[in-house]
């Protein structure tokens, strides 16, 4: 089931994991950092638009970030060259 909070959680692990600043994500998403730090806290909820460059950006599915599931699929399978 969605809640604000589960989102804000696992937005915040990502950026985390990925190493990126509230700032730095805030440039992506062009919003202002609190914007970002609001989501993170559950307090606010994504626009689509904002959800789908998340998932772009980070390479997960919207499900696991909406936590309508646990696995943290990815978007797109990496492909490696060769």
């Known amino acids: 089931m ?3 909070e589960i989102f804000g959680t696992r937005l915040k692990d990502l950026r985390k994991l990925c190493g990126e600043t509230q ?6 998403l ?9 989501m993170e806290n559950g307090r606010k909820a994504s ?5 789908a460059q998340i998932c772009e950006h980070y390479n997960i599915s919207a499900d696991y970030l909406l936590g309508l599931t646990d696995e943290p699929r990815p978007l797109r399978e990496e492909t490696t060259g060769g």
């Open 2 to 4: 969605y809640s604000n």
């Open 23 to 28: 700032q730095e994500l805030a440039e992506l």
């Open 30 to 38: 062009g919003v202002k950092p609190n914007q970002i730090g609001e």
């Open 47 to 51: 626009t689509f638009a904002k959800l």
